[in-house]
């Protein structure tokens, strides 16, 4: 259903968060509360209303059911900003808990290995934690929905498959020893999307099995590692592998000729020794290693990472890290690309007002041969190094507090290559000064804020030049009354091309009655516009203001306690 110039969104949503089936007589029998309020915005451009509308206006209800202690929120919004009609959308989430047991009903998440399952499904779960060593858990459902549109509609979605999945996990072990064990087993429903979809689209269907673990063998010391094994058809209407190995994963798994075998895992150690503080890590994740459980990962590459920090005289903080990168596991690709990142820092505290910091950090790009030899005229070959320097302090007084930073950096982005002209290099500078006051009397706080950034390019300077001035302040006996203001000033130059200037100003204003009823005011305008390359006065004549008024109110609808007497 489409309207001309008004429509309706409504969404409605059912939830049941976890509750604990023997607190069930001790909670209240029904508790309603909720909330109501409004967003009114109006917009206006001298160059035209293109980029959102004139008025805008949305008005919500959220309204919460507590039985026994279960919440079930219900939520509708109306707004004049969407011209399609959007039919109520229902979910469902039961999470029933009664001592060590969990129970799942509608959409839920569980705990799972990263390389199994990182997606929410429908359906039903359970899991178990005697909170000292022992847990297992188990859910079956729907892991997506389909998306079937017409064929024949030239504006139809990419449509899916419904996909359903099941699986189960356990574990032993406490924090610093353990080890968990999880499957999963997803796929792809055939007949849940059209014929003419089927021809384009292959079901696929996936096994995954996957253990995670952690060892201390000394105090100081831990070891984890997180490991899975996948077996993934791209393609179930493919045939079947007719022979012994296969036929043992038959009744869970279906080997057919579209099948693949992957694996994935990574293992890291971790020291700490007299505030040093280590730690070493390796991740390898085969080509086309997919789990349907997942939402996306990456896959062929392997990366080795090293951190280290430490703290010197309580006074001095020092971390470096490294971590390097490397895809092409198989030597099947034309070229072998590698990235290598790493940073160190280092902050002192001087006394008790000054403090300094100082970082700097580096990526590196560069590409190998692979099946074919590297051309050195096209070559990878590319580095970016930042360096910044923070200098901070801060004073207390009865009457006043100040604080005070200076922020300056310095970022390099180089083609490396010795046959690149130089288009892609960009150099940039930065500095920027902070300013806090806060006057204790008045409750007032004010601030200064100032930047200048200057960006060399292939032939080109760009700068920028920003300050803005802001102030707040709260009134009343219990600060139901807020005032803010900002005043900014934003100066931008291409060098020989361009040059353009704005200046604007923000008011707010916020007040609580009651602590039920939520007013706010925000109203801002700005005035922009281009300025000659060629040192000539030219005027602002661009104008945006934007204002915007809004309400909330929030309420016990209705509360009967566990004791009749309580009643209202």
């Given at each position: 259903m489409r309207y001309k110039t008004l429509s309706l969104f409504a969404a409605l949503a059912i939830?049941?968060?976890?509750?604990?089936?023997?607190?069930?007589?001790?909670?209240?029998?029904?508790?309603?509360?909720?909330?109501?309020?409004?967003?009114?915005?109006?917009?206006?451009?001298?160059?035209?209303?293109?980029?959102?509308?004139?008025?805008?206006?949305?008005?919500?209800?959220?309204?919460?059911?507590?039985?026994?202690?279960?919440?079930?929120?219900?939520?509708?919004y109306y707004s004049n900003d969407n011209l399609d009609f959007n039919y109520p959308h229902i979910s469902f989430n039961l999470n029933p808990r009664y001592k060590n047991w969990t129970g799942y009903i509608g959409r839920g998440s569980m705990a799972y290995s990263s390389y199994v399952m990182d997606m929410s499904f429908n359906g039903i779960g359970v899991e178990y934690d005697d909170g000292k060593r022992w847990r297992f858990g188990a859910f079956y459902g729907r892991l997506r929905n389909a998306i079937n549109d017409d064929p024949t509609d030239p504006a139809a979605r990419n449509p899916q498959y419904k996909r359903l999945g099941w699986g189960f996990k356990m574990g032993y072990g406490d924090a610093a020893n353990h080890i968990d064990l999880y499957l999963l087993r997803a796929y792809?429903?055939?007949?849940?999307?059209?014929?003419?979809?089927?021809?384009?689209?292959?079901?696929?269907?996936?096994?995954?099995?996957?253990?995670?673990?952690?060892?201390?063998?000394v105090k100081c010391l831990n070891i984890t590692a997180n490991v899975a094994s996948s077996l993934f058809s791209?393609?179930?209407?493919?045939?079947?592998v007719d022979n012994k190995t296969a036929d043992r994963w038959s009744t869970v798994f279906d080997t057919r000729y579209s099948s693949l075998a992957r694996f994935a895992g990574d293992v890291s150690a971790t020291l700490s020794l007299q505030g040093v503080n280590a730690s070493v890590f390796y991740r390898m994740i085969q080509?086309?290693?997919?789990?349907l459980g997942t939402y996306y990962m990456s896959n062929n590459y392997q990366a080795l990472g090293l951190t280290l920090s430490t703290t010197l005289m309580n006074t001095v903080s020092l971390a470096a890290t490294f971590s390097g990168q490397s895809d092409n596991l198989t030597d099947r690709q034309l070229y072998t690309t590698r990235g290598y990142?790493?940073?160190?820092?280092?902050?002192?505290?001087?006394?008790?007002n000054f403090n300094l910091t100082a970082s700097y950090s580096g990526y590196t790009q560069n590409q190998g041969d692979g099946t074919a030899k590297v051309n050195d005229t096209t070559?990878?070959?590319?580095?970016?190094?930042?360096?910044?320097?923070?200098?901070s302090a801060s004073f207390d007084t009865e009457t006043y507090s100040h604080s005070?930073?200076?922020?300056?950096?310095?970022?390099?982005?180089?083609?490396?290559?010795?046959?690149?002209?130089?288009?892609?290099?960009?150099?940039?500078?930065?500095?920027g000064l902070g300013y806090g006051l806060g006057i204790k009397p008045w409750e007032t706080d004010l601030s200064l804020n100032l930047s200048h950034q200057v960006s060399d390019g292939y032939h080109t300077t760009y700068t920028s030049d920003i300050a803005s001035l802001g102030a707040s302040r709260s009134f009343l006996k219990e600060k139901e009354l807020s005032l803010g203001a900002t005043l900014s000033l934003c100066r931008n130059e291409v060098k020989d091309q361009s040059k353009s200037l704005s200046i604007g100003g923000d008011v707010s204003l916020g007040y609580t009655l009651n602590k039920v009823h939520v007013f706010s005011l925000t109203a801002g305008v700005n005035k922009y516009g281009d300025v000659n390359v060629v040192k000539r006065r030219s005027s602002l004549d661009q104008t945006d203001v934007n204002v915007s008024l809004n309400y909330t109110y929030t309420f016990s609808l209705y509360e009967l306690k566990r004791k009749a007497e309580n009643t209202k």
């Open positions: 939830t049941a968060y976890a509750q604990d089936i023997s607190q069930i007589a001790k909670s209240d029998p029904l508790i309603i509360t909720g909330a109501v309020g409004t967003q009114n915005t109006y917009y206006h451009s001298s160059i035209g209303d293109g980029y959102a509308s004139p008025l805008s206006n949305m008005v919500f209800l959220n309204l919460n059911i507590s039985v026994y202690g279960i919440s079930m929120p219900f939520s509708l792809d429903r055939l007949n849940s999307i059209d014929e003419q979809w089927q021809q384009y689209i292959a079901p696929q269907e996936n096994i995954v099995m996957g253990l995670k673990g952690n060892i201390q063998p791209t393609d179930t209407r493919a045939d079947k080509p086309d290693y997919t789990s990142v790493y940073s160190a820092m280092a902050s002192s505290r001087l006394g008790q070559k990878v070959d590319r580095i970016m190094q930042s360096f910044s320097l923070t200098p005070v930073s200076l922020t300056g950096s310095i970022t390099d982005n180089k083609d490396r290559n010795k046959f690149a002209t130089g288009e892609s290099d960009v150099t940039s500078w930065a500095i």
